[in-house]
């Protein structure tokens, strides 16, 4: 079956620096990546839907200076949280899928999630 | 946006009972998964159901699309199937763009 890894899983920072998580396809290529954010204790909000190619589209209230993505292949899509500061502590988990909607392709396969930490 | 909201929030059973979760949402959609999240925080997926009733060993999922709800029941349950159960929708935007919204969860805990 389909297989999404995402790494780092765990992450401690320092307030200010720079983190990249990346979200891969193993065995499928995902023209569509999807990254989400969970707090404690909550659903997961959805931060930006990622296009290979193409710019992500970011979702209202999400800063896109902030959270940077790219998606420059059809297996690799990262997040990176710039001048992190401990608000953005955060458990961050990025899904695919093989390609759009409009293809069949339906299921959503997630990865593991990654922890970040910002002290 | 579409809402989702999934109840009960909290459902704490006794090993080897049954239980059903219910996810409404508030417009139509073009897919509808069932996800359980594990301690650990990784999301198995259950089941994509965008309407109809599927079943898969213990777990099965019937989604009505035209009243706009969905439910999965989990019959004898273990130790193992705690967690929180989301149900996820999606649909597409008048601008053509996917758009995904997870409810808001049911936490399950089955006690020995």
């Known amino acids: 079956g389909a297989v999404v890894s995402q790494h780092p899983s765990r992450v401690i920072c320092k307030s200010g620096t720079s983190v990249k998580i990346e979200c891969r396809s193993l065995d499928f290529q995902a023209t569509t990546m999807f990254w989400y954010r969970q707090f404690p204790k909550q659903s997961l909000m959805l931060m930006a839907t990622s296009n290979e190619g193409s710019k992500a589209t970011y979702e209202q209230g999400v800063e896109k200076d902030k959270f940077l993505i790219n998606h420059a292949s059809l297996t690799l899509s990262t997040l990176t949280v710039t001048s992190a500061h401990p608000e953005d502590s955060s458990f961050y988990i990025c899904?695919?899928?093989?390609?759009?909607?409009?293809?069949?392709?339906?299921?959503?396969?997630f990865g593991a999630g990654s922890r970040l930490t910002v002290l | 946006g579409i809402q989702v909201e999934q109840s009960p929030p909290d459902l704490i059973l006794q090993e080897g009972a049954n239980s059903t979760l219910r996810c409404n949402f508030s417009d139509s959609v073009n897919n509808l998964q069932w996800f359980h999240q594990n301690p650990w925080g990784q999301l198995i997926n259950l089941f994509y159901?965008?309407?109809g009733t599927k079943q898969n060993g213990r777990l099965s999922a019937t989604t009505v699309a035209t009243e706009r709800y969905s439910l999965l029941y989990i019959s004898s349950s273990q130790t193992t199937d705690s967690g929180v159960y989301f149900c996820?929708?999606?649909?597409?935007?008048?601008?053509?763009?996917?758009?995904?919204?997870f409810g808001t969860g049911t936490r399950l805990t089955i006690i020995p």
């Open positions: 996820a929708v999606v649909f597409i935007s008048n601008f053509g763009n996917e758009k995904l919204t």
């Open positions: 899904s695919a899928r093989p390609g759009p909607l409009s293809s069949g392709a339906n299921v959503l396969t």
């Open positions: 159901i965008p309407s």
